[in-house]
Nanobody, 121 residues
Framework: QVDLVESGGGMVQAGGSLRLSCIAS????????MGWYRQAPGKEREVVAT???????NYATFVKGRFTISRDNAKNTVYLQMNSLKPEDTAVYYC???????????????WGQGTQVTVSS
């Protein structure tokens, strides 16, 4: 079992910055990948960025170098630094963890409650 709690969302003007945090608790040793997803009203949830245990990261094309994902294993925390925010970045942002349990080849997804990010023009 893994619990995820996000924080850092809010309202900013276009061009501003926000730093999202996600604290993981529980069986964190089994976490393989963590990431950030977002969902805007009327749209499907989409991946923003992911980071693996070895520190390798991947980003959605719409990020275009504006966002940075990082991970602090000692604190069981993943961050998303968002710069040069645009109105189209407005969405609920969710923290995700992919877990592989001992003795199993199956992967399990865990999700946080989400944090609202609103960018005004």
């Amino acid at each position: 079992q893994v619990d995820l709690v996000e924080s850092g969302g809010g309202m900013v003007q276009a061009g501003g910055s926000l730093r999202l945090s996600c604290i993981a608790s529980g069986n964190t040793i089994n976490i393989k990948t963590m990431g950030w997803y977002r969902q805007a009203p009327g749209k499907e949830r989409e991946v923003v960025a992911t980071i693996s245990n070895d520190g390798s990261s991947n980003y959605a094309t719409f990020v275009k170098g504006r966002f940075t994902i990082s991970r602090d294993n000692a604190k069981n925390t993943v961050y998303l630094q968002m710069n040069s925010l645009k109105p189209e970045d407005t969405a609920v942002y969710y923290c995700n963890a992919v877990v592989q349990r001992l003795g199993s080849l199956r992967l399990y997804d865990y999700w946080g409650q989400g944090t609202q990010v609103t960018v005004s023009s």
